[in-house]
């Protein structure tokens, strides 16, 4: 497997929570750093017993702005 998609969603108490597309992986965080960390984490809990099937590159789809990414000036 090349790639792992996440789809991330904001929590309307805080927080976001973030749920892999094509395996049954899931996470999440109180912050945006917290949970880029807890997704790298969680994806590999899920390949624990079988490293060489963990795929190389993790992408995040974001339908927001994340509130601590700094805004484009232009």
């Not at 789809?7 to 108490?13: A, G, I, M, N």
Request: charged content about 30%; proline content about 9%; some cysteine.
């Amino acid at each position: 497997m090349e790639s792992l998609v996440f789809k991330v969603t904001q929590e309307p108490d805080g927080g976001f929570c973030a749920g892999c597309l094509s395996e049954n992986i899931f996470t999440q965080g109180d912050n945006w750093a917290d949970l880029k960390r807890n997704i790298v984490e969680a994806v590999r809990a899920y390949y624990f017993d079988r490293p060489h099937d963990r795929p190389k590159t993790i992408r995040v789809i974001v339908p927001f702005r994340p509130p601590d990414e700094p805004t484009a000036k232009g």
